[in-house]
């Protein structure tokens, strides 16, 4: 389950640097194990907190995904640390599984409500899933995106409160405003107290004086949403962001999360291997021979100027160190295949290569 560093640190999610720091810097002394009454898991906690929220891109991916560190995550999956629940998946493709839903299926006969329910008994609306293509340079160094959706979404008419502008909202009659109906259940372990969302009012514990034309007093209708979206430097093809409070929303409840799965495009020049990039050239046997230069197109742009030692082998393999996927540390390697083109020799060609191989050569 994603830690809530705002908490952990006692800040406002709209806290500022400054403010963040001098929480930090407060805590830090209060459970620094050198105190006497210091706590080393607690020091340890506060200072993972300050370090996403110190470090704006951190901070940014962990406000918009719940998790800030994007290096653990597996295409194909949906293992990404901290993104709102744990997702399993066998190895098969079976049924994915959140976590977080255990007390959906227990939650009504223990007074949290069955199927579309969420923590606490609050309906959740569906989740949905888009499918976003992105070029490879995106996948390699991030990039923003705008995404439109068809979902049921709050009514811009009444805000979804589902009353008419300038008309009230009553209490619930059937739930005298609490928004929850509770109700004895008795089985063979004994009699269990339920609570569940009052259908009349769909848990609100309100009722609209007078409807809103627009939803109908649902305070929910569907809509083309556009939804703006940072996708972090180093994401892989295959793999899966979940951006919590998304997805389709629900009368009485909250809405339900959006998932987008990514599909990278290939690249003409680069292949991707964790960190590193490979690419491959190729060069004349003479340049192997004698060594030269080569100019290796950047995907950031430009050009590196690379050094082809004299005696290279076919197949050998050189690093430029730095400019390859970013990471949490910097940025990973391009590694470079030197394929040697053989030539197509003349009759002078030959009479050289003759006398090279009477020398030993």
Known sequence: MSKDYYKILGVNKGASKDEIKKAFHKLAHTY????????????????????????????????????????GFNPGTSGFGGFGGFDFRNANGGVEFDMGDLGDIFGDFFGGGMGGRSRGGQKKGRD?????D??????????SKDIRINRNSTCKVCEGTGAKKGTKLNNCKKCGGAGKIREVKRTILGNFESVSA?????????????????????????????????????????????????GDGVQ???????????????NDIYKRDGDNLITEIKIKLTDALLGSTYKLKLLDGGNLEIKIPEGINNGELLRVRGKGVPNNYGRGDIIVKVNITMPKLSKKNKELIEKLKEEGL
């Open 128 to 132: 949905l899933e888009v499918l976003l």
């Open 252 to 266: 009485g409840g909250r809405f339900g999360d959006l998932f987008i799965r990514l599909k990278v495009k290939s």
């Open 134 to 143: 992105l070029t490879f340079e995106e996948s390699i160094f991030g990039v």
């Open 32 to 71: 620094h194990p050198d105190k006497n009454k210091g706590d080393d898991t607690k020091f340890k906690e506060v200072n993972e907190a300050y370090q996403i929220l110190s470090d704006d891109k951190k901070r940014s991916n962990y406000d918009q995904f719940g998790s800030a560190d994007m290096g």
């Open 198 to 246: 009052c259908g009349e009012c769909s848990g609100s514990g309100k009722i609209p004086e007078e409807k809103c034309s627009n939803c109908k007093g649902i305070g929910i209708n569907k809509s083309d949403d556009v939804i703006s979206i940072n996708i972090p430097s180093g994401v892989e093809d295959g793999q899966r962001l979940k951006l919590n409070g998304e």
